[in-house]
C-alpha cells in the first residue's frame, strides 16, 4: 500500500483517513508500536502476532484428558460394531 506521511513536531504522525477506516481505528483507540527488523509496526486495536498468547490461561483446571478418553474409546467401539456387522452372513 505504501502511504507516505510527514513526522511532525513530538513524533506525531496522521494515519489517513482510508487506513483508519480500513482497519476500524476511532478516536480514543490505543494502538500498539512494535520494532520489527528496523521496521516500524503499529498495530490497531484487537491485532494479536500470536493468538495464542490470547488462548493462555483460559483453560486452567480444565482436564481435556478423560473426555478425549472416552470418546476414543466410544471411536474404537463403532468401528469395532461396523467391522463385526460386515462379517457376519
Known amino acids: ?6 513526522v511532525l513536531q513530538k513524533g506525531k504522525i496522521t494515519i489517513p483517513a482510508e487506513i483508519r477506516e480500513r482497519l476500524g481505528i476511532k478516536e480514543g483507540d490505543i494502538l500498539t508500536l512494535e520494532i520489527s527488523g528496523g521496521k516500524i509496526l503499529l498495530l490497531p486495536p484487537r491485532t494479536f502476532l500470536n493468538p495464542t498468547e490470547v488462548l493462555y490461561g483460559l483453560v ?11 470418546e476414543l474409546r466410544r471411536a474404537a467401539a463403532a468401528r469395532i460394531e461396523r467391522k463385526l456387522a460386515r462379517g457376519k452372513p
Do not use: T
Not at 1 to 6: F, S
Not at 60 to 70: A, E, N, Y
Open 60 to 70: 486452567q483446571d480444565i482436564s481435556l484428558k478423560k473426555p478425549v478418553d472416552d
Open 1 to 6: 500500500m505504501g502511504v507516505q506521511i510527514r
